[in-house]
C-alpha cells in the first residue's frame, strides 16, 4: 500500500511562490502518472499538473507558464514550483497516483492561501 505526504504549502501574497513535495512510500511501480490536484471552496477537484512514468507533462491551462511540476524517482517525491500565484490558486493541493491497475492513490492535502 502507497502512502503519500503532501507538505510546503501555505500562506503568501500574490505574485510570491511556494513548493510543493510529495513523497510516496512503498512501492510505486506500475504507475500512469503522478501529479498535483487541487480543489477550492463550492468546487470540483480539478487536475493541476500531472508526470508519466516517462516524464511528459501536463498542466492545467490556467497554471501554464506558472507552475512546474518535477519528479525524483529515486527518492519517489514529486514536486510542484509555483510562482507568480494568483489569490485563484488558493485551494487544498491533493498528491495523486493514477495506477495502471487499481483505484488511484490521494495525499491527505496541503493548503495553499494567496492573499491579494
Known amino acids: 500500500q502507497v502512502h503519500l505526504v503532501e507538505s510546503g504549502g501555505g500562506l503568501v501574497q500574490a505574485g510570491g511562490s511556494l513548493r510543493l513535495s510529495c513523497a510516496a512510500s512503498?512501492?510505486?511501480?506500475?504507475?500512469?502518472?503522478m501529479g498535483w490536484y487541487r480543489q477550492a471552496p463550492g468546487k470540483q477537484r480539478e487536475l493541476v499538473a500531472i508526470?508519466?512514468?516517462?516524464?511528459?507533462?501536463t498542466y492545467a491551462d490556467s497554471v501554464k507558464g506558472r507552475f512546474t511540476i518535477s519528479m525524483d524517482n529515486a527518492k519517489k517525491t514529486v514536486f510542484l514550483q509555483m510562482n507568480s500565484l494568483k489569490p485563484e490558486d488558493t485551494a487544498v493541493y491533493y498528491c495523486?497516483?493514477?495506477?495502471?491497475?487499481?483505484?488511484?492513490?490521494w495525499g491527505q492535502g496541503t493548503q495553499v492561501t494567496v492573499s491579494s
Open positions: 508526470c508519466t512514468a516517462g516524464g511528459s507533462t
Open positions: 512503498g512501492r510505486i511501480f506500475g504507475f500512469r502518472t
Open positions: 495523486n497516483i493514477n495506477w495502471l491497475l487499481g483505484p488511484d492513490s
